[in-house]
């Protein structure tokens, strides 16, 4: 009986272990999205008018650019 108890109990320590090991590894996730989405905020603050417009948007859309990267928030897609 002992032998059933201490496996069970290994099992849930195994399910927990990975249950926190998941909840890191997507907060760590997020946090690194984050910290890319405000440095490349920094690094479209830091061009001048004139260079944002050559690669296409305004000041005013930085911050929707650095949020949908995969996304052109013209609805034009590049390469087709």
Sequence with gaps: ???????????QTVAST?????????????????????????????LSDRELIDIGTTRSEIDYVASHRKSDPRGIRSGE
Excluded: H
């Design 1 to 11: 009986m002992s032998t059933t108890y201490g496996e069970i109990g290994l099992g």
């Design 18 to 46: 990975r249950l926190a090991s998941s909840f890191f590894k997507k907060y760590w996730g997020a946090f690194q999205e984050r910290r890319n989405r405000q440095r490349l905020v920094a690094n479209l603050c830091d």
